[in-house]
């Protein structure tokens, strides 16, 4: 009988120590970070009545009998659910969602301690502390590197009150752009200016600043709306500067006329030839004006046009002006018609050559770039009219051939320019008529008198051309503007485009060894995929001449060669996708954020943002193990294992979210309902103490 006293007891303990642990759960309803417990209950050591037996024979075995002798509260579980997230107003306040505690210490980092609850501040000295003034253990950014390393030992997270950040000068300058590789851009620039009288020979032209710089290919330029001319081998143009006139002679009297105009002979075109006859007139000037009407007859495929004075002598003129037609007078005479076999040469081919440029006096030429063809018509007008003359062609700065004819000396004449097409579809070797140049070059055609001081223009020639700029340091935090300048040069049907690149920074600034020092020149080359083959130079050395250090090794990242990963060159338009650079000035911390990583990232007031430190996450192989402390903390024991310190959001880790907190994860309907029932056996047990009490009663009456 007293066992069932015994075993009421034990009951009414048992559910005393669960009413105990539920209260404290709903006490801890709104702490931030809690983890409820749970009350586990088992039974006590049973009396045994009588051992079981086996079954013998006939006879079936028999169970123990045994009663029991109470129960007890043999362990807490605390159940680490997840609790909910509740978003704050303070960005110091941070929550984990998923596995893992924060590591604070009291003692400098000698002893740990954990948490759940990130509600975290700054104090006075600019240590990262929880409510209790433990100090948050992570890892400090290395000053000489700039990063955080999480593979180095924790230490206090302290971030001195009224940080600066020292200037730290430009390393490295990353730009992604594209070079529009099309034949229509919008972004072009002038033909680079030539002067008057200068050589061929590269460097022939002179940048915005008077520098000696390459003139461009005309290959690959484009006309005054962004159209390219694309060029290709022998194409080009007739050009003279005098209408080719020749005497052909006296006529003779009654004599028939039988001759035959060469077509461009210089081109080698068999039975390019025009035969023109003309019967014998009554008198000489009757026969004359045969002459002269035949040969004018044939003049829109001839090109040449005869005229007869009173003497009855014929003169022949091709005025140069159509492409249709011969350029020059060539003739053979067959009959003793007192004309005699003569040929006058002033017009003479320009053609396109994408490697080598060469000129004939009084011939043919072949150029490749601005200052080849500048040359050589400027040559060729000097080759007329005499010995010399003040004829000059020039490139002006906005890319136009110049023609001037401003003096009256003994070999100076009246210049009557004249461009036309070349074309050549008879021979072995077709050449078509390159439009957009043609026109380009035929808006030169005019008649500049001598010592007229008139003028003759081109349309502009332009080359494809993109910049981007951007502002590097130096070690004193002072800004310079570096500006990166690209013009298309070359182009290769079967490996890609050369582009020349200009890298300039203004005065007093160096990049260069030689003048102009503020100015570094180099290329950049694409495969026929649009991707970067190469570029150089790969860096520039820079100094600021302002008392920072000199010799700022500044290296120039345009992309992987082969890969599409920077600098490209498609046909679309030139733009500038990305350019950026690792320096800065000096700034004060003006704010803190912390973001998934668990990384204090500091603002400062030169606008630039970069992580400070990193709070470190333990991670237990039993998190339930661990010993609760007080005040939000847990503490290592022997079961929890020992913690396996990382950042967030790696080995099992959960995220850190900032700007919130996470709520207790004791859930309210849940511990009530316990509630009730912890009542209701705690009262059942209360129940078998007084129904033992009664019956004990009834077996001490019996005595009476």
Partial sequence: MLKSLFS??????????????????IANVNTVGFKYSRANFSDLLAQTKAIATAPQGALGGKNPVQVGLGSTVSSMTRIFSQGSVQNSDKNTDVAIQGDGFYIVSPDGGNTYKYTRAGDFKFDAGGNFVDNNGFVTQGWLRDPVSGKVDSTAPITDINIPPGLTTPASATNEVVLKSNLNSGPLVESFSPAYEIKTGASNIQPAAIDANGNAISAGNIG?????????FSLQQDQGVWVSFLSSSLTAGTVVANVALDVTFNIDPEMGIAGNAVNITAAAGATVAETANNYVSAINAQSSITGVTAAVDAANQITLLNANGSSSASHNID???TTGSGLATGSSTTAHRYQYNTSSAASLAGGDKTFTSMADLRKWMEDEANNQGGATNGITIAVNDAGKFVVKNPNNGVDDYDVNLKITAYTNKTSGAVVTENTRFTRNMEA?????????????????????THSSSIDVFDSLGSKHTLRMEFRKTALDTSTGSTWDMKISVPAPATIDTTAPLDEKTGSIRFNNDGSLATYNPPNISF??????APDQQVTLSFGTANAFNGMTSFDSVSSTSGISQDGFTGGDLVGIRIDQSGTLVGSFSNGR???LAQIAMAKFTN????????????????NSGDPIIGTAA???RGFIQAAALEASNVDLSRALTQLIIIQRGFQANGKTITTSDQLLQTLIGLKN
């Fill in 8 to 25: 009421g007891v034990s009951g009414l303990q048992s559910h005393q120590v669960a009413m105990d642990v539920e209260s404290n759960n």
């Fill in 623 to 638: 998190n339930e193990g661990l010993s609760v402390e007080g005040g939000n903390i847990f503490i290592q024991t022997a």
């Fill in 609 to 611: 943002s970069f992580g």
């Fill in 331 to 333: 003739f053979v005479v």
């Fill in 650 to 652: 790696t080995a099992g």
């Fill in 220 to 228: 690959v330029m484009f006309n005054e709306v962004g159209e390219a």
């Fill in 543 to 548: 100094s600021g001449n302002n008392g920072s």
């Fill in 444 to 464: 030169l055609n005019s008649v500049l008198p001598q010592a007229s001081g008139g003028q003759a223009f081109s349309q502009s020639f332009n080359a494809a």
